[in-house]
């Protein structure tokens, strides 16, 4: 299936609802992270002790940490599905396959910025970073 190509518009038009698609996931994350070092911390204690940790408290740990992947999963592919490229979820990095001088070339935004403002080659990432 060939990527879709953005306009400079169309892809600028989309920093307003992207803004808020990170602003919604960034509390989600930060919530996996937070129950993902709980799990961890209920399974080293099982291993260490025996059985301090219950097996209930894990697989209850273990149940809202799939959950919350799975919401995050689903917020992120509502971007990708769009033909946005998501680079890093913590960041709010993405790049939209665009067309320059008859080259693909990768539109670059990071949550917080107010539009676009760069493009990098396809194949260099963030650091490649070259201002519009």
Not at 1 to 27: C, Q, S
Not at 46 to 65: D, K, L, P
Request: glycine share 6%; with cysteine.
């Amino acid at each position: 299936m060939m990527e879709r190509l953005f306009t400079y518009e169309e892809a600028n038009e989309l920093v307003p609802w992207l803004e808020e698609r990170f602003d919604a996931i960034a509390p989600m994350r930060d919530e996996l992270v937070d129950r993902q070092e709980a799990l961890l911390g209920l399974l080293r204690r099982r291993r260490s002790n025996g059985h301090s940790s219950s097996e209930e408290e894990i697989a209850a740990a273990e149940g809202v940490v799939t959950r919350l992947t799975r919401q995050l999963q689903d917020a992120v592919k509502e971007i990708t599905d769009r033909g946005i490229l998501v680079r890093d979820v913590g960041r709010g990095l993405v790049d939209f396959p665009s067309d320059r001088e008859n080259e693909t070339v990768y539109l670059c935004w990071l949550r917080g910025e107010p539009s676009i403002d760069w493009w990098h080659p396809t194949n260099t990432g963030f650091a490649g970073r070259r201002p519009l």
